[in-house]
C-alpha cells in the first residue's frame, strides 16, 4: 500500500554557478509498496509555481548521483525538478539491493507523483516525466493512465526489457533463466544468487546484464567506489517479462526520445520504433555513446534539447 505523503527531511542551496534563477533544494521521502524511497527537490527561487519535471533512472545501482546535474540544469532555467531513487537503489530503501523490477519502478514513479501532488509549491498541473534508461519505459507507461502528465522525456531509453535481454543471445538467455530461478528458490532460504550489473571479470561476466566495453569504467565512475556490481538474478526475469507493449500503447501526451547513435546498451534502432509508434513524439539523435549523456558534450546538448521540448511543453 502506498502513502502519498511526501516528506522534507534536510534543506541546502544551490552551489555557486551561471544561472537564470537561483535555486535551493531539499530532500524529501515518500513511500512506495511500504518501504522508503527517497529524493532531493531542485526548486528555484521564481516562479512561485514552477513546472514540474520528475526524474529516475540512470545506471542500474547507482542512485541519483548521475542525474543531479540534470535537476540543477533544470533548476536553473526556472523549473523544479524531483530526482529520486527507485526501491533497493540508492538512498531508498529495499532488499535486496539493486533489484530490477521494473513493475516496482512503476509503482515508485506514481507513489513519489501522488506525494507531489499534496504540495502546493510546485506546478503539478504542468508535470514532465525524465525517465533515463529503463525509466523511460516506467516513464511512458504511467504518462498513458496519468491525464496530468504533461510530456516525457525518454533519455538513452531501454524500452522493453525482454528485447534488452536479447541482444545477449540464446546462451545469455538460457543461463540468466536458471540463475533467475536458482534465485528464487534460494532466496527462501535466504541465500539468494547475484550475477553482475557489469562485465568486469566477475563470473567472467557471462551473465552480466551489460557486457559492452567500457561499461565498468563508466559504472565506477558514475556510482562511486561503494556501488556494488551485483544484482538478484530474479532481476532477469522480471526484465524478460516486461515487454514495454504497454508502456508506448496509449500516452498522447507529447514525448521527446533521445538517444546515442553510438549507444551499444540501449540502441537507437529501438528509440526509432518507438517514435513511430507513438502518437506525439520526435526523436533526437545525437553522435554519442551510453555513458556519454552524463557529462560533456552529450549532457549538455540533452539538457538543451530537454529545455526546449520543455520550454514548448509547459512553460508560461
Known amino acids: 500500500m502506498t502513502d502519498p505523503g511526501i516528506r522534507a527531511e534536510r534543506g541546502g542551496v544551490s552551489p555557486e554557478r551561471p544561472s537564470r534563477y537561483e535555486f535551493s533544494t531539499v530532500r524529501l ?18 516562479p512561485a509555481d514552477p513546472p514540474l519535471v520528475v526524474l529516475a533512472g540512470g545506471p542500474i545501482g547507482a542512485g541519483g548521483r548521475p542525474l543531479s546535474p540534470y535537476a540543477e ?9 524531483f530526482s529520486f531513487d527507485f526501491r533497493h ?16 519502478q512503476r509503482a515508485d514513479w506514481e507513489a513519489a507523483l501522488s506525494g507531489l501532488h499534496s504540495r502546493g509549491d510546485v506546478a503539478t498541473d504542468r508535470t514532465v516525466l525524465w525517465g ?22 525518454a533519455a538513452t531509453p531501454v524500452l522493453s526489457g ?29 541465500r539468494p544468487h547475484t550475477v553482475p550489473v557489469v562485465a568486469d571479470g566477475v563470473d567472467g561476466g557471462r551473465l552480466a546484464l551489460v557486457s559492452t566495453p567500457g561499461a565498468s569504467r563508466a559504472y565506477r565512475d558514475l556510482a562511486g567506489d ?29 514525448v521527446l ?20 509508434s507513438l502518437p506525439d513524439a520526435a526523436l533526437v539523435r545525437l ?30
Open 89 to 104: 537503489t540508492g538512498d531508498s530503501d529495499g532488499d535486496p539491493r539493486n533489484l530490477v523490477s521494473p513493475a516496482r
Open 226 to 254: 561503494e556501488w556494488e556490481n551485483r544484482t538478484p538474478a530474479r532481476s532477469l526475469l522480471a526484465l524478460w517479462r516486461h515487454t514495454g507493449n504497454d508502456d508506448r500503447r496509449r500516452p498522447t501526451c507529447p
Open 132 to 153: 533515463v534508461g529503463l525509466a523511460a519505459a516506467g516513464a511512458l507507461a504511467v504518462a498513458a493512465d496519468d491525464p496530468r502528465i504533461s510530456g516525457v522525456v
Open 257 to 276: 526520445l533521445v538517444g546515442g547513435t553510438r549507444d551499444d546498451v540501449a540502441t537507437i534502432e529501438a528509440a526509432e520504433d518507438a517514435a513511430e
Open 29 to 46: 521521502t515518500f513511500r512506495s509498496g511500504g518501504e522508503r524511497c527517497a529524493g532531493r527537490l531542485y526548486r528555484p527561487d521564481q
Open 287 to 316: 553522435p554519442a555513446g551510453h555513458f556519454d549523456f552524463y557529462d560533456g558534450d552529450a549532457f549538455d546538448r540533452c539538457v538543451r534539447h530537454g529545455l526546449a521540448f520543455l520550454d514548448a511543453t509547459v512553460s508560461r
Open 73 to 81: 540544469r533544470l533548476a536553473a532555467a526556472g523549473y523544479a525538478a
Open 162 to 190: 525482454r528485447a534488452f535481454l536479447r541482444e545477449r543471445g540464446v546462451g545469455f538467455l538460457a543461463g540468466g533463466a536458471l540463475a533467475g530461478v536458482r534465485d528464487r528458490l534460494l532466496s527462501a532460504i535466504g
